[in-house]
């Protein structure tokens, strides 16, 4: 059973544009909800990371936006570049229990950005 | 420089040929995990480990073994590979000291193939 459903599979946007990326899980215990950025031939790195306790965080061009009860998290860039294109997936774990240690990730979403 | 250090980052097997994949980090952290990345799948996780001597099995665990006798090294053991192992392989590292995984630190990736 897939812990975070990530959509959509792949996202065009032209550059200047507002790229959206959304995941929904279902575990209410999570409590950790982070993004993780890939370009090809590399690891994935951390993007950005929200706890529920915050309905939206900023960094530079990047935000996440959190809807607890909706179970619902999303990632919007802002300003598009060619450069944000890339493999972005969500992910999300909880701190206690007997899955600690587990980070359940999205199926990913591949973004090309045009000039 | 802070990293994590796959081996080998290519290889090209046959079914059944015992192969292990180093993984090594040089920022002291306890927790080192183990994913496997598929078209499609995204990134699922295959063991993790928590601290020395302790390991746990991700959700897709079969056909694979780990050890952590040392802080430092992860390796990923197939005992009997096949096919279906066919895949691009990530190590992780995380200071984690409980609660979340917080921040994972990816190697470049081994790709794997089984012939």
């Known amino acids: 059973q897939q812990q975070v459903k990530q959509s959509p599979q792949s996202l065009i946007v032209q550059k200047g544009g507002i790229s959206i990326i959304n995941c929904a899980y279902e575990?209410?215990?999570?409590?950790?909800f982070p993004w993780y950025q890939q370009f090809p031939g590399k690891g994935p790195a951390l993007l950005i990371a929200?706890?529920?306790?915050?309905s939206e965080k900023k960094e530079g061009r990047f935000t996440i936006s959190f809807n607890k009860s909706a179970k619902q998290f999303s990632l919007h860039i802002m300003d598009s570049q060619p450069g944000d294109s890339a493999t972005y997936f969500c992910?999300?774990?909880?701190?206690?229990?007997?899955?600690?240690?587990?980070?359940?990730f999205g199926r990913g979403t591949q973004l090309t950005v045009w000039p | 420089e802070a990293q994590v250090t796959q081996n080998p980052r290519y290889l090209i097997t046959v079914t059944g040929k015992k192969l292990t994949v180093t993984c090594s980090q040089n920022m002291n952290h306890e927790y080192m995990s183990w994913y496997r990345q598929d078209p499609g799948l995204g990134l699922r996780q295959i063991y993790y480990?928590?601290?020395?001597?302790?390991?746990d099995k991700g959700d897709v665990p079969e056909g694979y073994k780990v050890s952590r006798k040392e802080k430092r090294n992860f390796p990923l053991i197939l005992e009997s590979p096949s096919p279906n192992q066919t895949s691009l392989y990530f190590c992780a590292s995380s200071p984690f000291a409980g609660g979340n995984t917080g921040e994972l630190f990816f190697g470049e990736g081994s790709r794997l193939t089984v012939l």
């Open positions: 929200i706890r529920p306790d915050v």
């Open positions: 992910a999300a774990s909880k701190n206690r229990g007997s899955t600690l240690g587990r980070l359940y």
């Open positions: 575990n209410t215990a999570f409590d950790y």
């Open positions: 480990s928590m601290n020395v001597e302790v390991t």
